[in-house]
């Protein structure tokens, strides 16, 4: 089952930003190929302050990208929440949540 997919603003503005073309091609087919597919088994399911979130890491150029995303399984929807490199990701999720 395919789920729809709903980036937030704070990801899609993230993307347009990176000057690297292959890059966002890497990103746009993790979220559309890997996450929308299956996004139980591709994604590490969080736990603590971060539960119901999941995390679908993509290497790059030697670099960690994260995306992070919830599942709505009633809307059959996947909500991408940020994405980003490792370094201070968890920070900003929990920024994010709080607002």
Do not use: C
């Not at 709903?6 to 993230?14: F, T």
């Not at 930003?17 to 087919?29: E, G, S, T, V």
């Not at 559309?32 to 971060?50: M, T």
């Not at 999941?54 to 599942?71: F, H, M, P």
Request: positive net charge; hydrophobic residues 40%.
């Amino acid at each position: 089952m395919v789920y729809e997919i709903y980036i937030n603003h704070r990801v899609n503005k993230y993307v347009r930003k990176l000057k690297d073309r292959n890059l966002k091609i890497a990103i746009n087919n993790a979220i559309y190929d890997e996450i929308a597919l299956n996004p139980y088994e591709v994604g590490n399911s969080k736990v603590g302050d971060l539960t119901g979130f999941y995390v679908y890491k993509l290497y790059y150029k030697g670099i960690q990208y994260r995306i992070a995303y919830t599942i709505d399984d009633e809307d059959n929807l996947v909500i991408i929440a940020l994405a980003g490199t490792r370094e201070k990701f968890y920070e900003q999720l929990k920024r994010i949540i709080n607002l």
